[in-house]
């Protein structure tokens, strides 16, 4: 069953969603050369702890930290350590979560550390974004949850190929409903599969964690002996973005985006919600 909220859920949703915006903002800060995956743990643990919010992250089916720091060819999953210290030239993928009075938000991004990197990781990175918010500006009234799949799958695949051959868009793994718990239904590819039809119809008060993962080469990936840290088959860096959204009466609110979505959107001629913490 698909949880559908209340304005006055939404609007504690909001609250954990920019309490996971600022950590974005910390960790994007301490993401430097020589600086270890633990270091970024320990930065989001503090903004935490500032809010006086919860990790989602923490405990979740045995997971060891706050956040997920997923390195180069890491995909998802990453588990911060003290022995992991970045370098000039990596990618790193981060998410997180916090709760707030018992509401969710879950957002991830990709970060460059350093300097020097290729036009191709640059790319992916962008194309990665950029499909995210195509399948965010898909979420409105009347639509399906597979139009925000066709919406990722489809700006991906307009893209020029990369030198490496192809873009793998990460079928193990993908979007979610959020609300009252992080990972709820429905499940959200990041791709058409017919087989699943068109799912269930966006309305107002559904909540969805939009967040394609995007892979220089194959699609296909494995998971290391830890039962967390998820790689390429083939060694191809990885990219990772989310944003955790609301559909309201009033059109969608991006509840992890610190301008809830606003400018972003504004580029596909959609007007954002209201925020209901303005």
């Not at 990596?90 to 709760?99: E, F, V």
């Amino acid at each position: 069953m698909v949880e559908i909220k209340t304005p006055e859920q939404i609007a504690k949703m909001r609250e954990a969603g920019l309490v996971v915006a600022a950590i974005h903002a910390a960790t994007r800060e301490a993401a430097v050369p020589g600086a270890t995956t633990k270091d970024l743990d320990d930065a989001a643990r503090k903004v935490l702890a500032e809010h006086g919010a919860k990790s989602n992250f923490l405990g979740y089916g045995g997971f060891p930290a706050t956040i997920c720091t997923s390195v180069n060819d890491v995909v998802v999953h990453g588990i911060p350590s003290a022995d992991t210290v970045l370098q000039d030239g990596d990618i790193i993928s981060i998410d997180c979560g916090a709760i707030v009075d018992g509401w969710h938000g879950d957002a991830a991004y990709t970060a460059f550390v350093g300097s020097g990197h290729s036009a191709e990781l640059i790319e992916l990175s962008r194309v990665t974004e950029e499909s995210m918010w195509a399948g965010i500006a898909a979420v409105r009234k009347g639509n399906r949850l597979v139009d925000i799949s066709k919406a990722i799958e489809g700006y991906i695949k307009r893209q020029p190929r990369p030198s490496s051959g192809k873009y793998g868009i990460v079928e193990d793994y993908g979007g979610h409903g959020i609300g009252s718990q992080m990972h709820m239904d429905p499940h959200l590819l990041n791709y058409v599969d017919r087989k699943r039809g068109r799912g269930p119809k966006l309305v107002p008060g559904f909540c969805i964690a939009i967040e394609p993962m995007v892979n220089l080469g194959t699609a296909k990936t494995h998971v290391l002996e830890d039962d967390w840290t998820v790689k390429s088959n083939d060694g191809g860096w990885s990219s990772h973005w989310e944003h955790s959204v609301a559909l309201t009466e009033q059109g969608p609110l991006v509840l992890t985006a610190s301008d809830g979505g606003k400018a972003k959107l504004a580029e596909y001629g959609i007007e954002t919600a209201p925020d209901p913490l303005a």
